[in-house]
């Protein structure tokens, strides 16, 4: 079965928003952040934050992905960064994932972007699996960090 890839658009929400929940589960996340509003403010439009594709198959909504540009110094270009990829388990193996991670490569491409970088789990070996054999290496020079929640308001505060 062929995935149909398309960029997401605003009857997508709903579905999106389960499956977001479904991914944030599957990497043990919170859920229920992400809501109609903010949907449609990040995921749609001209003033979206991220460059969203949903994969559908058999008229059900089966995986997405959400990139944003990026700037890579080391290379003096820009590229993409996929923020989330993840199709539901009943549906991997099927290449959505990689028409996925293709549509957002293309999409980089029509804008003159040179490269596409994600990052995944340590822990999530189904993941990982998959990206070793999508893309060039897996770059264990690279260690992810975040600020988030109460860290990141003490930082803005100047607390830390």
Same mark, same amino acid.
């Given at each position: 079965?062929?995935?149909?890839?398309?960029?997401?658009?605003?009857?997508?929400?709903?579905?999106?928003?389960?499956?977001?929940?479904?991914?944030?589960?599957?990497?043990?996340?919170p859920?229920?952040?992400?809501?109609?509003?903010?949907?449609?403010?990040?995921?749609? +439009?001209?003033d979206? !934050? #991220?460059?969203a594709? &949903? $994969?559908? %198959?058999?008229?059900?909504?089966? @995986?997405?992905?959400? /990139?944003?540009?990026?700037?890579?110094?080391?290379?003096?270009?820009?590229?993409g960064?996929?923020?989330?990829?993840?199709?539901?388990?009943?549906?991997r193996?099927? +290449?959505?994932?990689? !028409? #996925?991670?293709?549509? &957002? $490569?293309r %999409?980089?491409?029509?804008?003159? @972007?040179?490269?596409? /970088?994600?990052t995944?789990?340590?822990?999530?070996?189904?993941?990982?699996?998959?990206?070793?054999?999508?893309?060039?290496?897996?770059?264990?020079?690279v260690?992810?960090?975040?600020?988030?929640?109460?860290?990141?308001?003490?930082l803005? %505060?100047?607390?830390?």
């Amino acid at each position: 079965m062929t995935a149909n890839i398309r960029p997401a658009v605003k009857a997508d929400i709903a579905d999106l928003i389960v499956v977001i929940d479904e991914l944030n589960v599957h990497e043990d996340e919170p859920t229920g952040h992400m809501t109609p509003e903010k949907a449609a403010r990040d995921l749609m +439009g001209p003033d979206a !934050a #991220l460059g969203a594709f &949903v $994969a559908e %198959a058999e008229g059900a909504l089966i @995986g997405f992905s959400f /990139w944003h540009s990026a700037y890579e110094t080391c290379y003096a270009a820009w590229g993409g960064f996929i923020n989330d990829l993840y199709v539901r388990a009943t549906h991997r193996g099927t +290449g959505a994932g990689r !028409a #996925l991670v293709q549509a &957002v $490569a293309r %999409a980089v491409a029509e804008e003159g @972007g040179e490269f596409v /970088w994600l990052t995944g789990y340590s822990h999530n070996d189904i993941a990982r699996r998959f990206y070793k054999r999508l893309m060039d290496e897996e770059e264990e020079r690279v260690v992810a960090y975040a600020l988030t929640g109460d860290r990141f308001k003490a930082l803005v %505060a100047g607390e830390i």
